[in-house]
């Protein structure tokens, strides 16, 4: 992405909204048209073509940007799409939160199988705890400990 890309995409945020709202001003012509509304008509054409033109002109400069499938199902459902970055992140942190249980409940397991294990081998025990340090991780390879 340039550092011009702000500018583009400005403009093409503005395209867009005078597009939809030509559109929606069309659809208020086309939906009570009369022979007299044929040059309003003619003009909100016009001008229509002339903003697909701009946004024609604008794709280029900001073809590059990726936006989530999900953003478009929240405009679809008539949602803010500004809100599906809250909603990933809440999700993330919910994950999160999970993943670190998880990991707890490992730390705790490895403590209480240490506990266990300590008691039916108590020497092979003291190696490995040797071995690994107090922090649990291996400070330097013991000759006589052997780690899958």
Same mark, same amino acid.
């Given at each position: 992405?340039?550092?011009?890309?702000?500018?583009?995409?400005?403009?093409?945020?503005?395209?867009?909204?005078?597009?939809?709202?030509?559109?929606?001003?069309?659809?208020?012509?086309?939906?009570?048209?009369?022979?007299?509304?044929?040059?309003?008509?003619?003009?909100?054409?016009?001008?229509?073509?002339?903003?697909?033109?701009? /946004?024609? +002109?604008? %794709?280029?400069?900001?073809?590059?940007?990726? !936006?989530? #499938?999900?953003?478009?199902?929240?405009?679809?459902?008539?949602?803010?799409?500004?809100?599906?970055?809250?909603?990933?992140?809440?999700?993330?942190?919910?994950?999160?939160?999970?993943?670190?249980?998880? /990991?707890? +409940?490992? %730390?705790?397991?490895?403590?209480?199988?240490? !506990?266990? #294990?300590?008691?039916?081998?108590?020497?092979?025990?003291?190696?490995?705890?040797?071995?690994?340090?107090?922090?649990?991780?291996?400070?330097?390879?013991?000759?006589?400990?052997?780690?899958?």
């Amino acid at each position: 992405m340039t550092s011009s890309s702000p500018n583009y995409l400005q403009q093409l945020e503005a395209s867009l909204e005078l597009f939809i709202e030509n559109v929606r001003q069309l659809g208020i012509v086309v939906a009570d048209f009369q022979p007299q509304g044929q040059p309003a008509l003619n003009q909100k054409i016009t001008t229509l073509v002339s903003l697909m033109q701009d /946004i024609s +002109a604008v %794709r280029p400069h900001v073809e590059d940007i990726q !936006v989530p #499938l999900e953003v478009c199902d929240y405009i679809d459902e008539a949602r803010n799409p500004q809100l599906y970055t809250k909603d990933c992140m809440e999700k993330a942190l919910a994950k999160n939160e999970q993943v670190k249980g998880k /990991i707890d +409940a490992y %730390r705790r397991f490895k403590a209480l199988l240490l !506990v266990e #294990l300590g008691k039916v081998f108590p020497h092979e025990i003291s190696k490995y705890r040797a071995y690994r340090g107090e922090n649990g991780v291996a400070t330097s390879p013991h000759p006589s400990m052997q780690m899958p």
